[in-house]
């Protein structure tokens, strides 16, 4: 039942990647400690654009001026690896959007963590990812005008 209900969600939305059922993860993130400090930056994660350096720490305020961000920005999520059952998601929207979040296992196993109509501005994210084991996750966030994709890496069991 819960399978079906997932394939309904992902039926209708407008996300599509023939590439999912082939992802495999490369071994890389943008680790991220539990207070947002950035520890090692994966170019090919998050749009990353060299906005942030290692050890900046993530951040995301509205403008003092209360106007609205002029383009979609997601920083990288935090912490990562994940050894908790939650994840800090911040982005940024220009406009008013329909905004998905997607959770890929490397089997192409899918989780929808968000479909909601959100309003232009500043969004915190923060999913329970207690359903999910161990590994890596691609993640899709989709808000239909830009597609941001990253990895994380949820490691909850000690050795």
Do not use: R
Request: glycine share 6%; net charge negative; hydrophobic share 40%.
């Amino acid at each position: 039942m819960t399978i079906a209900i997932i394939l309904i969600l992902i039926a209708n939305c407008e996300y599509e990647d023939s590439e999912l059922d082939t992802w495999e993860p490369d071994g890389a993130i943008t680790a991220t400690d539990e207070i947002g400090t950035i520890l090692s930056i994966d170019e090919n994660d998050w749009g990353y654009n060299g906005q942030y350096e290692v050890g900046d720490t993530i951040s995301i305020a509205m403008p003092g001026d209360g106007s609205i961000p002029t383009k979609y920005e997601v920083l990288p999520p935090y912490p990562n690896p994940v050894q908790i059952d939650t994840i800090n998601f911040f982005y940024k929207l220009p406009i008013a959007s329909q905004a998905y979040l997607y959770v890929f296992n490397i089997e192409g196993d899918t989780t929808v963590f968000l479909d909601n109509h959100l309003s232009a501005g500043i969004h915190h994210l923060k999913p329970d990812l207690s359903s999910l084991s161990d590994g890596f996750y691609h993640c899709v966030l989709d808000f239909k005008e830009i597609i941001i994709e990253g990895d994380i890496l949820i490691e909850t069991t000690t050795n």
